[in-house]
């Protein structure tokens, strides 16, 4: 019997948007489009995909920590623990027996003529895998194509074996070739492919700048021969260090074309001119989307993001470290926000760039003591008493840094009736308990 189950049923997790009503589903069913899934099959795919416990011998206090694994872990997964892994380590021979998942998460099952054929470049990236779990939940044929750079296979393996699902190991700098049978219903590209963290860019300027334009050339090109609808995620770094606040599409940029960022920043420039050069030259169906700083589960916790770092050294109780004065101001979006708005925009008829993100601004220094609050309430709710308050050091900025980021929403709200759900604290909140999971997990 699973502790979802037993005799102690867990309180499920509640998430509040920004007016106070409870937030059980994502996605949005208007205009006589639907895309709502629920929040708590969702999150069965990322709080607590996979979990490990370790074997149990005939002793009674075994049967009881193993009781007390189970519990802790239907926090995180409600009653969908079936759609859950559970691996089974062995102390004596430090060896550990994998299990794949028993049931694949119900998908809905749509008419032929709905049915879409999705490639999702990227897919086993941060933004990648979110958007993935969405469209096949909806029930459409979805293909991955990464070259796990960044990415990771376990992000998404929750879906391999599943007839509506494929994942290619490829870099898009290559060309990439399928068919596609011209009387399918629509086919849509989402390219995502491209690291996105500084760390990650810069490791390899040249490469990061050849997967903006020769990837972006490549996809664009397959979008052209197979007829598809191609959305590109571009980002408000291509507004730079911005003149203008908050910053609307129309806003030209402000961008250092040799600095240490230039790679990604002059990267994704060149991305969209590529893409409108498509759109006008060949009537390529085309979208845009200029992201702007989003978290949520599945971040790669080491890659200098400052939510992940914030949250990670806070919960190992490790002096949070913030770069600069503090005073620089960053505004943060919720990644099934994001998500939202990309499968909007994409069912849209939107051509021009639109801005995504959450235009509620925190300084970095407000935003690192939100996260070391948010960090204790969670600690004191899962039974620490007295939570240790870590420390906040300041740190000098690294180059190029911009001092100021809002996005101006205005069009996102007009054209897609988007704007985000989520408040920063709910979001972090489901982000700390995803580390903590993480961490419980021994992968972290
Ligand atoms: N996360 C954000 O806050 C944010 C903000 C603005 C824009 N974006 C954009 O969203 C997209 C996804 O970002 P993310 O945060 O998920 O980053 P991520 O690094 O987690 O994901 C990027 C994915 O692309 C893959 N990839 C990288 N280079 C590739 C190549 N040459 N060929 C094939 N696959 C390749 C990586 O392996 C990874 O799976 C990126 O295009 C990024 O520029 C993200």
Redesign the pocket.
Known sequence: MSASQSQHPVAPIRTLDKNGNVINTVGFNRFGFDCEVSLDVLRSLYLRPHYVITAASDKVEDAERLQEEETEHAKFTGAYGAYQSKSIFHPDTQSISYTTLSRFPPVKLLPPSQRKRILV?????????HLVDRLMLLGHEVTV????????KT?VSHWVGHPNFEMVR????EPFMIECDPSSPSVEIY???????PP?YQFNAV??I??SFM?TLNMLGLAKRTKARFL??????VYGDPEVHPQHEDYWGHVNPIGPRAC?DEG?RVAETLTYGFHRQDGVDVRV???????GP???PF?G?VVSNFIVQALRGEDMTVYGDGKQTRSF?YIHD?IDGLIALMNSDETRPVNLGNGDEFTIGEFAELVRDIVEKVQREDGVRDPKRVNIVYKPMPTDDPQKRRPDTTRAKQVLDWEPRWTVRMGLEEMVRYYKAKMIEGSL
């Open positions: 470049t990227g897919g086993a990236g941060f933004v990648g895998s194509l990464d070259n796990f750079f960044t990415g990771s992000t490829h870099d898009v700098v390219h995502l492919a491209c690291p996105a963290s990650h490469k990061t050849k997967t990837g590109i995620t571009s980002t408000s770094e990604y994704k989307a200029r992201i702007f700083n989003t978290y599945r971040m790669n890659d993001r979006q994001l």
